[in-house]
């Protein structure tokens, strides 16, 4: 692994997770075992299937987003966003020293973002008639209830918007919506960005929350969870009693810099990316997922990277918790990596949706900058068909310092990203 001033590394980082706020908080929570799942307060669940998920306590938007009237244009998913990148930049010491704006871009991740249905009661009673819904009342009777910038809190692209207009960044601006794959696929975009030449940095990460009843609509609630107590043991990834996936909500950001640029600066460097990959395998009820796309992301990142699997200190799997995908992506590991450890950190908080491969890789960070892999929580008895070496009851302390990240989608995405140490 050779060190280049065209490299691109990491120099800030900033979390707002179900299991804390900030990666001191975060990392004092893996190490401790604490689970982010529980009973749901973010709405009435009393007539839904689910009742239980992996929601942020204690967030304030305000100690955050500036000015403060932005708040009226941002869903949960934005202010999530937008606090973990006012994190990272400041964690990177960005807004004070050396970025020109025109040199500072913005990729994130992010899902579809579901209105809330406060908004739409007046608006749909307006179009209602005799019991019945009236679609021809919608543009002029419902329109007079919305706010007149509504559909401004619900774009996902509004993320990046926001994080760009507060601090400036003139450069590159895009917004990766591709579910799970979204955040990983956004650190690599901006990656690209800089080894392209377009910017020296930029602020990248995912924002997600699958706390939603019309999310649970659209994608079904089949994969998840048939538990409902205790919350904390139901996200299993790979142990042989799990029988379904718990749904959350986070948002991670990352400040990424060429080498020369944050040497220039003399700002600390935190983790270089080495390398990512992305690979695709059709994903239908009659063919189901295969892990070819997996298996094929796995061995392009090497090869990019320029390292063996021997060099890997752990795997960041995808880990979903549900019966057929940790089987296919743990056979996959399997036959690409041997024996290297794995975590599953979707066993602290379920699935993020587009939040949850930066989520993620912040503890992958944990593991980089202490020497210590996150153990998978809830993983009590293997499964012969999960033939991998998950990280169990501890930390797993190592002296390699590289990092193989993992996420796939229900259609067949799947990304996989190196990370390793600073030097």
Not at 11 to 27: C, K, L
Request: aromatic share 6%; net charge neutral; charged share 20%.
């Amino acid at each position: 692994m050779i060190s280049s001033p065209h490299e691109v590394v990491i120099t800030g980082v900033g979390v707002v997770s179900p299991i804390g706020i900030g990666y001191e908080a975060m990392q004092r929570a893996l190490f401790a075992g604490t689970s982010g799942v529980r009973p749901l307060a973010v709405f009435d669940t009393s007539e839904f299937p689910v009742r239980i998920g992996a929601e942020v306590v204690d967030f304030d938007p305000k100690q955050f987003v500036t000015p403060r009237k932005s708040l009226k244009v941002m869903s949960r998913s934005i202010q999530l966003a937008f606090a973990s990148a006012q994190m990272a930049i400041t964690d990177a010491n960005l807004s004070s020293s050396g970025v020109s704006p025109d040199r500072l871009g913005v990729v994130f991740g992010a899902d579809m973002i579901y209105a809330e249905a406060e908004e739409l009661v007046d608006a749909f009673r307006r179009c209602i008639i005799e019991r019945q819904f009236v679609h021809a009342r919608w543009n002029q009777q419902a329109m007079s209830e919305l706010y007149p910038l509504w559909m401004l809190k619900y774009l996902p692209n509004m993320s990046a918007c926001h994080i760009a207009i507060a601090h400036d960044a003139r450069g590159p601006n895009n917004t990766i919506v591709l579910a799970e794959a979204s955040s990983l696929q956004a650190i690599a975009e901006g990656v690209r960005v800089i080894e392209r030449g377009q910017a020296d940095a930029m602020i990248v990460g995912g924002t997600g929350s699958r706390l939603h009843p019309m999310s649970w609509i659209f994608r079904d609630h089949v994969l998840h969870t048939r538990r409902t107590q205790p919350p904390a043991q139901l996200s299993r990834p790979f142990d042989a009693h799990r029988d379904g996936m718990v749904y959350g909500e986070g948002s991670a950001s990352f400040v990424l810099e060429s080498r020369r640029h944050a040497e220039a600066r003399r700002t600390k460097i935190l983790a270089r990316v080495m390398s990512s990959a992305n690979a695709f395998e059709a994903c239908t009820p009659g063919q189901p997922f295969h892990g070819h796309a997996i298996r094929s992301a796995i061995t392009q990142s090497l090869r990019a990277a320029q390292i063996e699997p021997g060099d890997l200190g752990h795997v960041n799997a995808h880990g979903l918790s549900t019966i057929h995908h940790d089987e296919i992506e743990a056979r996959a590991i399997r036959e690409t990596l041997g024996d290297v450890p794995v975590t599953a950190l979707k066993s602290f908080f379920g699935n993020l949706g587009a939040g949850a491969g930066a989520v993620e890789m912040v503890g992958s960070m944990v593991a980089i900058q202490t020497g210590q892999v996150p153990f998978t929580l809830n993983y009590e008895q293997a499964d012969p068909n999960c033939p991998i070496n998950v990280v169990k009851a501890a930390p797993h302390r190592t002296a390699r310092n590289a990092a193989l990240l993992l996420n796939q989608t229900s259609m067949g995405q799947s990304v996989a990203l190196v990370l390793c140490g600073p030097s």
